[in-house]
């Protein structure tokens, strides 16, 4: 993708602290931490959205995201780990690569996501949604 900032970080077309790269990732340092020695995990093939991505790219995402996490344990001291990944601009996403955030934390560390919990009308609706999800399984 000519026009996708992380495959030009890929291709080396622009500068990025290089984490961990092998031939099937890349690991950087986000830019804009939310905590910092925050990073991003990405394939160095363009695919997006998750749904769209091959199982065996996630489990290699979703491996190296496990090993980041405990570097950033024992090699910064974080005290926890956040790992996230947004899909389309509803979530959030700004970059359409598919990449996981790898984010430490530590204890006081001040960050508090906007994480404000919802009701449900009642049981029915709750249920009504999970066999929704469940005819698509
Ligand atoms: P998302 O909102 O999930 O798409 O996250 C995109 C992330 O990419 C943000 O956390 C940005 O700070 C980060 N980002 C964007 N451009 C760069 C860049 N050139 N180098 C490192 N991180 C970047
Ligand atoms: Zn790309």
Redesign the pocket.
């Known amino acids: 993708m000519s026009d996708c900032?992380?495959c030009?970080?890929v291709e080396k077309e622009?500068?990025?602290?290089i984490v961990h790269e092998d031939d099937d990732v890349l690991v950087?340092?986000?830019?804009?931490?939310?905590i910092k020695g925050?990073a991003?995990v990405i394939p160095k093939k363009h695919y997006d959205p998750v749904t769209e991505t091959p199982d065996h790219v996630i489990n290699k995402l979703f491996l190296t995201a496990k090993k980041i996490a405990a570097a950033q344990m024992n090699g910064l001291g974080a005290d926890g780990v956040n790992i996230?990944?947004?899909n389309g601009k509803a979530?959030?996403?700004?970059?359409?690569h598919i990449?996981v955030?790898v984010i430490p934390r530590f204890d006081g560390d001040g960050h508090h996501w906007n994480w404000n919990p919802k009701k449900y009308d009642d049981f029915d609706e709750m249920a009504e949604l999970a066999h929704k999800l469940r005819k698509q399984l």
Not at 28 to 34: E, T, Y
């Open positions: 900032i992380f030009k970080i622009i500068p990025a602290t950087f340092m986000d830019i804009g931490p939310i925050h991003l996230m990944q947004n979530s959030g996403q700004e970059v359409p990449h955030h």
